[in-house]
Nanobody, 124 residues
Framework: QVELKESGGDSVQFGGSLRLSCAAS????????MGWFRQAPGKEREGVVA???????VYADSVKGRFSISRDNALNTLYLQMNSLKSDDTAMYYC??????????????????WGQGTQVTVSS
């Protein structure tokens, strides 16, 4: 059974940093492309960053240079390091498993397994 569990969300000040974790079970994270998504109140869920099986990653323009995705294969865990946080980064953050190993997509429709989310709130 595929399961994804996010953690690490918190309330932080503008300019602060957070690291989110996504613990996976029921599959190996390097067997699929994986992604981080976020959804702010009243907005659609959007792709933040995706990583494919070989480590190739794609970032949304809004987070380039500030966010970084990584994996710990031994722990089967995906991470999202977020620096220089802004109020626009306030959202529920989700990790997801792609239908493909090859395509690091930022499209929600390319993913079929989701975690329950972890809340990130950035205050000024």
């Amino acid at each position: 059974q595929v399961e994804l569990k996010e953690s690490g969300g918190d309330s932080v000040q503008f300019g602060g940093s957070l690291r989110l974790s996504c613990a996976a079970s029921g599959f190996t994270i390097t067997s699929s492309a994986m992604g981080w998504f976020r959804q702010a109140p009243g907005k659609e869920r959007e792709g933040v960053v995706a990583i494919r099986f070989d480590g190739t990653s794609v970032y949304a323009d809004s987070v380039k240079g500030r966010f970084s995705i990584s994996r710990d294969n031994a722990l089967n865990t995906l991470y999202l390091q977020m620096n220089s946080l802004k109020s626009d980064d306030t959202a529920m953050y989700y990790c997801a498993r792609s239908r493909s190993a090859w395509t690091p997509s930022l499209r929600e429709s390319d993913y079929y397994a989701w975690g329950q989310g972890t809340q990130v709130t950035v205050s000024s």
